[in-house]
């Protein structure tokens, strides 16, 4: 039962939320780019005003076209370029695949764009392009063509990559935010939080030592599965990476203006990354992912995909964190540990840059 003054703040935010989007700084901030509140406020106030059309309108993980193919693309400036787990090659190859898989879309072929700065050594750009191959290779996808600039000393962070991915529908099934349903079971792949803290931790500039690996990985295999699995009952895809979970859920419920309600204790996160994150200050909600998914799935095929996820390498330790309702409408909610219910809302600030 909402209380009056629960209902306020309600109110108070539905408010809010309904305002046009409006760019109030001058200049760009790296809270920009750091997938939260800033972030879709820039994309819905400049690029989605400028660029509007209906395959863009969903600002989803790519575009449907014509509706046989996805199309999408990404850009990588992760700093380090090396990090344990991976490097920016396999994480600019998998990211693509991923943001296909999210469409469901088997990958067809990439292109690969190189922004180098003068002076980096050939050696690393051996080991990035080797790292792009076998990550390929992994997802069953050849880079097809590319371009390379080089950029003069102190103009750019040694590398920077661009990738770009087509896929082809094999299914029916075009998973998407709209399709969410009340009563749908919030499911994650795997632990959570993974790659942004084995990220911030690989700069060393903090005084935390912890045994974290990216999880960087291809999904492609385990969304064909799942859509195998499950047909019309996988109702939406997504990749938690920048602005992680919290952010994914936001962006569905706001669409659909549905609710999440997640159970805290459900919520998997690994011992390292939940500890260095309760000594950064971080909800691990927040923070990136680069080899999990996020699937809604209605209740009747719930134990389907699970079993389905479970039987696949990468979804071995899928679970069930939460379900859709109707109310209160757009909102994520989480019950504590403790007993209590708090809003998880957009992530404001910028707690972990450059993670991608």
């Known amino acids: 039962m909402t209380t009056a003054r629960e209902q306020q703040v309600l109110d108070r935010i539905e408010r809010a939320r309904r305002r046009k989007a409006h760019v109030k700084d001058e200049h760009i901030t790296l809270c920009h780019g750091a997938g939260g ?16 059309n209906p395959a863009l309108a969903p600002l989803a993980d790519g575009a449907v076209i014509a509706d046989t193919h996805a199309f999408t693309t990404d850009s990588y400036v992760v700093t380090p370029l090396f990090f344990p787990g991976g490097d ?47 990550a390929a290779r992994t997802a069953g996808v050849h880079i097809v063509t590319g371009d390379t600039k080089v950029v003069q000393r ?10 770009t991915g087509l896929g082809a529908f094999h299914h029916d099934i075009r998973p998407g935010a709209r399709m969410a349903r009340p ?81 805290e204790d459900t919520i998997p996160v690994r011992p390292a990354v939940r500890g260095a994150c309760e000594l950064l200050g971080i909800d691990p909600l927040y923070v990136a ?52 219910t708090r809003i998880v809302d957009l992530l404001v600030g910028d707690p972990l840059p450059r993670i991608c």
């Open 37 to 52: 509140k800033a972030t879709q406020t820039l994309i819905e106030a400049v690029f989605l005003d400028a660029f509007d």
């Open 88 to 134: 920016i090659g396999d994480l600019a190859v998998n990211g693509t695949v991923n943001d296909l898989a999210m469409c469901g879309a088997r990958p067809v072929c990439l292109s690969a764009g190189f922004i180098l700065e003068e002076g980096f050594p050939v050696a690393d750009l051996r080991r990035i392009t080797t790292s792009m191959a076998a």
């Open 289 to 340: 992912c680069e080899g999990r998914l996020l699937a809604l799935v209605a209740p009747e095929a719930t134990q389907t995909a699970l079993s389905t996820l479970h039987a696949h390498p990468l979804g071995q330790d899928a679970t069930v964190i939460g379900h859709l309702t109707d109310d209160p409408p757009g909102l994520v909610l989480l019950r504590t540990t403790f007993g209590g």
């Open 154 to 163: 102190g103009k750019a962070d040694g590398c920077y990559i661009t990738t």
């Open 183 to 263: 009563g749908d079971a919030v499911i994650v792949s795997g632990p959570v939080g993974d790659h942004g803290i084995t990220i911030m931790l690989a700069r060393g500039e903090l005084d935390i030592e912890a045994d974290t690996v990216s999880d960087t990985a291809a999904l492609a295999g385990l969304v064909d599965d799942l859509l195998t699995a499950c047909g019309p009952h996988l109702h939406t895809l997504r990749d938690p990476t920048r602005g992680g979970v919290a952010t994914v859920l936001n962006e569905i419920t706001a669409t659909t203006q549905l609710a999440a309600v997640l159970d």
